[in-house]
C-alpha cells in the first residue's frame, strides 16, 4: 500500500513577539492509499489549522507535507494551483457550488479546466453520477436539488478527477440526518470499491464511525488514534468514549 500523505514537524505559529499563538505543535501525520481517515478535536485543538495546511489554503512555520511524492510546501502560488487541480479534491461544509451552471456542469468542471477529451468525461461522469446516485438530477441547477444532492453532486465533483486526497471538511454540516447518512454511506462506498484516500475533519462522532480510522488532535498535538476493527456500531461507542476523555464541546449526534 502507498503513502499518499506524509507530514513530518508540522508547527504553526501565529502573531509574532509578545502575543504568540501555536495552533499546532511538531505534527508527524501518514495517511496511505485507500485509507478513510477522520481528524477530530475539541474547538481551537488545531483541525482547521491542520486541514488548511494539508489542503495548500496555509503554509506552516516549519515541516514537511509531502502529497503523491511532492512537497507542496516547497510550490510557488502558479504550482499549487496546479496541484490543488489535478491531485486534490475538496468536500466543504456549504457546497460550493456554482449556481449558474447545472450539477452536470458543475462535476465536470475540473476536467474541462484540465481539457479532458469530451468521450472521457462522459465517460467519468456517468461513473462517479451512478456511484453516488445522481443520475436523474444532472440537468438541474442548485437551486432546483436539495442539500443532500448538493453535497453528493460536490463529492462527484471532488473526486472525478481522481484525485490522490479528498479532503473532507466537515461534510455533513449543514445536511439533515438522512442526508448526512446517504452522504457518509457514498464516501464510504467509494472507499471500499474505488480505493478512493479520504481525509474527513469532523466534529461528528456518527460521521466519524464510516472512518477507518480517527486521529484526535488536543491542544495542537496528536492525542491518540483508534482503528477501526469490528462494527461500526462498536466504533461509534469507542469515539464517544475517546471523545468523553477530550472534552470540549464536542458533538455526539
Known amino acids: 500500500m502507498s503513502n499518499v500523505l506524509t ?12 502575543n504568540v499563538y501555536t495552533a ?11 485509507e478513510f481517515v477522520g481528524i477530530m478535536g475539541p474547538s ?4 482547521t489549522t491542520l486541514l488548511n495546511i494539508i489542503s ?4 506552516p512555520s516549519s515541516g514537511t507535507v509531502t502529497i503523491g511524492g511532492e512537497d507542496i510546501v516547497k510550490m510557488n502560488e ?4 496546479i496541484f490543488r487541480r489535478n491531485k486534490l479534491g475538496f468536500i466543504f461544509q456549504d457546497f460550493n457550488l456554482l449556481d449558474t451552471l447545472t450539477v452536470r456542469e458543475n462535476i465536470v468542471l475540473p476536467l474541462s479546466l484540465s481539457k479532458v477529451n469530451l468521450d472521457e468525461i462522459k465517460r467519468r461522469l456517468k461513473e462517479v453520477a451512478s456511484g453516488l446516485g445522481i443520475e436523474d438530477i ?15 453532486t460536490a463529492a462527484a465533483r471532488a473526486i472525478i478527477n481522481r484525485p490522490a486526497l479528498v479532503l473532507a ?9 438522512k442526508s448526512a447518512t446517504e452522504l457518509l454511506q457514498a464516501l464510504s462506498d467509494l472507499n471500499e470499491k474505488d480505493k478512493a484516500t479520504i481525509m474527513m475533519v469532523t466534529h461528528d462522532a456518527f460521521a466519524a464511525s464510516y472512518c477507518k480510522r480517527i486521529i484526535f488532535i488536543k491542544d495542537g498535538l496528536l492525542f491518540t488514534e483508534l482503528y477501526r476493527g469490528g462494527s461500526r456500531k462498536e466504533f461509534f461507542q469507542k469515539i464517544l468514549d475517546v471523545l468523553k476523555t477530550l472534552g470540549g464541546g464536542l458533538s455526539d449526534m
Open 44 to 47: 481551537g485543538a488545531g483541525k
Open 7 to 18: 507530514a513530518k514537524n508540522l508547527k504553526k505559529v501565529y502573531g509574532s513577539r509578545g
Open 169 to 177: 471538511d466537515e461534510p455533513t454540516g449543514a445536511l439533515d440526518s
Open 24 to 34: 499546532l505543535h511538531d505534527i508527524d501525520l501518514n495517511i496511505n492509499e485507500g
Open 56 to 59: 495548500t489554503i496555509d503554509k
Open 138 to 152: 444532472l440537468n438541474k441547477y442548485p437551486y432546483e436539488i436539495s442539500g443532500g444532492q448538493k453535497q453528493r
Open 78 to 81: 502558479e504550482k499549487l494551483s
